[in-house]
């Protein structure tokens, strides 16, 4: 029991509580942990290790997630944080929850469709408003660069869809 409590301590269920307040920078309605990018919490040589996979590489968002989560442990007195990028395997859509996804449509943003496409637009976006599934591409590249922009030919309402990666 004594080397068990050493590899998960009490505290752990916290760090995680935590983690689950970060916002995503360029998607705010959900946070790094309903979209999978915190990995691993661990403790080591009296510190914490925080596994994290960010979602598109290259994304400006990273920088400021590292930075918001080094914020986030310190001020709540876990030190010293140690942050491990872990690139391989890559961040992918499928890692999202699907309370995420319900989440991402209510705030206008069509949720990924299907596993891991590679960033090819599929063939059936639906419209987050009206759920209408005749969309077609106004441009590959939205908001971000991590979203596409849509047009519904229902309600004619613009839409950003977030790509399947
Ligand atoms: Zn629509």
Not at 32 to 58: E, H, K, N
Not at 59 to 79: D, K, Q, S, V
Request: aromatic share 8%.
């Amino acid at each position: 029991m004594q080397r068990l409590a050493e590899i998960a301590p009490a505290e752990i269920p916290q760090i995680w509580s935590l983690l689950s307040q970060i916002p995503d920078p360029e998607v705010p309605v959900l946070t790094i942990t309903d979209l999978g990018m915190v990995r691993s919490v661990c403790a080591q040589a009296g510190g914490w290790v925080i596994g994290f996979t960010p979602t598109y590489s290259g994304c400006p968002a990273t920088e400021h997630l590292l930075g918001a989560i080094r914020e986030t442990m310190t001020a709540h007195g876990f030190t010293p944080v140690h942050i491990v990028l872990q690139l391989d395997p890559a961040w992918t859509t499928d890692w999202m929850t699907d309370d995420a996804r319900a989440r991402l449509r209510e705030y206008g943003i069509s949720p990924p469709v299907g596993h891991s496409c590679h960033a090819h637009a599929p063939a059936e976006v639906a419209c987050p408003r009206c759920a209408s599934t005749d969309t077609s591409v106004i441009s590959e590249f939205g908001s971000t660069a991590c979203k596409a922009l849509y047009r519904c030919n229902a309600c004619r309402e613009p839409f950003d869809y977030f790509k399947c990666i």
